[in-house]
């Protein structure tokens, strides 16, 4: 087993001057190249680093997910409430905050408004993608590969407003990505609607989205609509900066 000071060296060499020879990180710490090449190969079946196609050595997943299972359990709630209050105050309606965790959302936090009929999320709810706005709004931002993976399952459909053919979806997607906001037309709940927008990490993926939900109609354009994503987007760019984007 590689020396934990050792391993952390060769972690924050990588990411300071990212993907490196072997040879070119044994000399940059001091350590033989056959040590080396022992921790690279340890690390590597920990999933920890990985090859590039040139054949040099980077940074791997596990990392990643790491610092974002951390983040998310520690700092987004904390940081979206003082937000998300106002907003519930001023609206009148029901402001949940979500966080990315294994391809789908999970609500952390919700702060009730006043108004009657609200879609009620209860705190650790899990949801599919392609459903809501935080899901969508997570579907969009999603890297690539990461988002046709989602698009090649079957679509889960919980009301009759659910979109769940592909060619609508990826539609809906453009819509997102354009606007930088997403909207559920009664996707989720019947007669409930919401608009979300997402929270960014410093690579410019989602970690999370902080939505307003409740009985009144929300479309691209209103008035309403352009009132609250101005409370929406001061609250995920102040929290996406802090994450790093």
């Known amino acids: 087993m590689a020396s934990i000071s050792r391993v952390f060296e060769t972690l924050e060499l990588l990411a300071r001057k990212g993907p490196m020879g072997m040879r070119a990180i044994a000399k940059q710490l001091g350590v033989p190249v056959?040590?080396?090449?022992?921790?690279?190969?340890?690390?590597?079946?920990?999933?920890v680093v990985d090859r590039t196609r040139d054949g040099d050595w980077d940074l791997s997943f596990r990392l990643h997910a790491i610092t974002s299972?951390?983040?998310?359990?520690?700092?987004?709630?904390?940081?979206?409430?003082?937000?998300?209050?106002?907003?519930a105050e001023a609206t009148?309606?029901?402001?949940?905050?979500y966080v990315v965790s294994n391809g789908r959302?999970?609500?952390i936090d919700k702060l009730r408004g006043n108004l009657g009929m609200q879609?009620?999320?209860p705190i650790g709810h899990r949801g599919p993608l392609n459903l809501g706005g935080a899901g969508k709004c997570v579907l969009a931002y999603l890297a690539e590969e990461d988002r046709e993976a989602i698009l090649a399952q079957p679509l889960v459909a919980m009301t009759p407003y659910t979109l769940t053919r592909r060619e609508d979806l990826e539609a809906e997607i453009a819509r997102i990505r354009a606007r930088g906001y997403a909207i559920d037309n009664q996707e989720v709940v019947a007669g409930v609607y919401c608009v979300t927008v997402?929270?960014?990490?410093?690579q410019g993926r989602p970690a999370g989205a902080v939505s307003i939900s409740g009985p009144s109609v929300k479309a691209a354009g209103d008035a309403a609509i352009e009132q609250m994503l101005e409370m929406l987007n001061r609250a995920c760019e102040q929290v996406s900066r802090r994450l790093g984007y």
Request: proline share 4%; charged share 30%.
């Open 119 to 121: 879609l009620d999320m």
């Open 92 to 97: 009148g309606e029901t402001v949940n905050v």
């Open 198 to 202: 997402p929270i960014l990490d410093r």
């Open 69 to 87: 299972r951390h983040l998310e359990r520690i700092g987004i709630a904390d940081m979206v409430r003082p937000f998300a209050t106002d907003i």
């Open 34 to 47: 056959g040590s080396m090449h022992r921790l690279l190969v340890e690390l590597s079946e920990d999933n």
């Open 105 to 107: 959302t999970v609500c």
